[in-house]
């Protein structure tokens, strides 16, 4: 591509407007090409050129800001992490602030100290479990909040949305991370039935605590409520299965409940 003079390019400037394009200039009369190095050069004589035009209607302290900024290169944003992040952790707010919606900060980088995890996988105590009326044998919500509260402290974890609530016909459902010390250690998912529309709210607190007895299982909280082998030997140590009638309908139902605890009541009759 051939170049153009220096006093050439200043002749085209002064004679016709200009348009200018990445690569080459085009006049109003006719294409002219030029280098690289001779289109810096316009540029610059355009800036200047406008510069003078404006100074009537401009301070020549706001004509000199002006060709500053025009001139000067943008910086590019510090600390760009691979999330598209400008604040180092990976969830591009800016803030200081991680968008657990989407970030997956500190997932498996490291195990927790010793007494954190003998805290979490300690054996669970025979007394604090119990039992639904179908042989469903679990923990209460709150004991799990007891252990984390134990391990980390009271603030040191929290459940954080990763979805909306998904509100269906009979039940609602809604995905959370449980971040523990500024880590996220696991998903799951919670979901709770109901029946009358009153009831949605109550429901989706109880989804929340649905999920966090999922995302505890990962922790090795009360695992033992998982194995079939402690389920058999809970019941026959602690339960007992009986015939119970329904009152209404005369129906007798095989229940559930722990020896210790009184027999059914009404709409039941042992």
Known sequence: ?????????????????????????????????????????????????????????????????????????????????????TNGNGNGLGDGATDWSKSYLGLATQPFPKEVSDILMAPVDPMDIEMKPDGLIYLPEIKYRRVLNKAFGPGGWGLAPRSETNVGPRIVSREYALVCQGRLV??????????????????????????????????????????????????????????????????????WRRKDQPKFGYPYQE
């Open 186 to 255: 696991a998903i799951a998912r919670g979901e709770q039935e109901y029946f009358d529309p009153v009831g949605v709210a109550t429901a989706v607190e109880a989804c929340k605590s649905n999920a966090l007895m999922r995302c505890c299982k990962d922790l090795g909280v009360a695992s033992e409520l998982w194995d079939p082998r402690f389920i058999r030997e809970f019941k026959e140590k602690y339960c007992v299965e009986i015939f119970a009638e329904h009152i209404p309908t005369k129906k007798k139902k095989k229940l």
């Open 1 to 85: 591509m051939a170049s153009l003079s220096l006093s050439r390019l200043s002749g085209v400037l002064r004679r016709a407007p200009l348009r200018l394009t990445r690569n080459y200039i085009v006049a109003t009369a006719k294409p002219v090409w030029a280098s690289r190095q001779h289109i810096k050069c316009a540029a610059r004589m355009v800036q200047q050129a406008h510069a003078r035009t404006n100074a009537t209607n401009a301070s020549p302290t706001s004509v000199s800001e002006d060709l500053k900024v025009s001139s000067s290169e943008t910086p590019p944003p510090a600390n760009i992490t691979a999330e598209g992040s």
